[in-house]
């Protein structure tokens, strides 16, 4: 079940990095490579920090080919659908909870603080698209104010961090951590529930 | 040979970095850093992947001391000639060639799929140029449309790959695919081939 | 005494990514990523390509609990008084030199050529300041004309490199390089000491 919603994870980001390039008028060269990046940056980070290797993407070796399917095949739909980004808003959430808890869950069996641990599960879950709106020239979206995202991620890290010594079985933690994360992104989304952006001149 | 070409590769690869720099109003200092990221970015990328280490420029000192003398020596000239940019096409073509199936033959001795082989190639023969772009703010000339260049790398790449079984030597069999990127980019740049870029709103 | 100076080096290096963040206008997530980037960067690049494992912030598991601390605390104070910045040259030009020397340290510990610990030990210095103003979508002041600073750095490597057949004691030595790249540092500022900036069309 995890390896499945990993594939939803890898897929629904490598979307979201297609989408990003094509408003940003690149050619095919930049459509599969804003997916790549999108799709395996913040993991391909964790692994470069916590040195595992080989990382994830070439231990696996179909996720990259998966991505080029997708790129190529989405480049026959001339104008794709402006509602395909609403649609996957919930594959998103899926995967910025289950790339977030993996990667803390690495982080934990690399022997790092706890602290270290959230921290690296939010670089999973969200670097991805930093790289990709860097790359695209755009001051990261995550960093400004929107509904929540990284906090999400955060929050979702503890929760499975602190929830250690609770006599439960793990995948069961794993999936109320995952689930913690997709509720409070909903949620955010749902409410408009944001951080405020500070004022400086 | 192969080493010939690779400092060939290492000096218009960061010929090219001094350039952009230029146009970009840099000093020194941002010369010389763009001259090491544009001639060293994409084997750095490639090694940190593979877990190759030393890095190839710590393991071949020399290359550093190099661009270090041509970023000097090409301060002293306080104009470059416009037709510099010309003159760099072949050798351009050259690196792009020698450092992706180098790149690619570095990943299949780590024992990655061919898929990923030729995705790392390319990535060794283009990402110094795009982590230039990004720096100097703008979005990566390789995403956008411009004449064949990532393409020309991902097909010698395969092409490399996939020559595998041919009984010929090993030297020939590199030589081949290097001239196959070095021909496809020339014949791309004179006939202007390139992919259509998507338009979205 | 060097514990104190890196940890002091870590708190202005945190303090400068949250001033950065603020005058972009970003939300406390933003803040703190970049205060993480700023502070971490450099030595994160340095450890990756010497493949020093864990990497530094990841061994000092209390950096980026300070970092949040530091994060946390200034977003309580609406507005940061303009002086800030003018108290933290000194901090700065403290951490620049600390953490120039101990990257090159490091890098000949692992075996590297002088010209490379040189290398390393500018981009351990400087290098978590490119990136946050790559992040924050800027041309990174680093390479434009403004006070001497990677220079600096280099100069001061150099000499502790250049230093070491004298016979004086190891910390005298390191103590001597980075208070070189601190006087230097300072009398750039001071007496507005630049590199001539490239004129192209």
């Known amino acids: 079940m995890i390896q499945l919603i990993e594939l939803l994870a890898v897929i629904s980001s490598a979307t979201f990095g297609v989408l990003l390039a094509r408003r940003s008028k690149l050619d095919f060269v930049g459509v599969f490579s804003l997916a790549l990046m999108v799709a395996f940056g913040g993991g391909t980070l964790r692994d470069l920090f916590l040195d595992r290797h080989p990382l994830f993407w070439i231990k696996h070796a179909h996720y990259p080919v998966i991505v080029f399917v997708l790129a190529l ?17 919930f594959p998103d959430a899926l995967g910025l909870g289950l790339f977030s808890i993996v990667g803390a869950d690495y982080a934990l069996a690399s022997g790092t603080s706890w602290f270290i ?27 400004r104010s929107a509904p929540l995202y990284a906090t999400c991620s955060f929050v979702g890290c503890w929760l499975y961090i602190l929830s250690e010594p609770i006599p439960i079985s793990e995948p069961l933690r794993l999936v109320a951590a995952i689930s913690a994360v997709v509720i409070l992104r909903l949620s955010a989304i749902h409410w408009n529930i944001r951080l405020p952006e500070f004022q400086e001149d």
Chains 1, 2, 3 share one sequence.
């Open 73 to 89: 095949v989405t480049s026959f739909i001339p104008r794709l659908p402006a509602s395909v980004s609403k649609v996957l808003y």
């Open 117 to 143: 641990a959230a921290l690296l599960g939010v670089v999973t879950g969200t670097f991805g698209g930093v790289i990709g709106d860097v790359v695209c020239n755009e001051v990261p979206s995550l960093f």
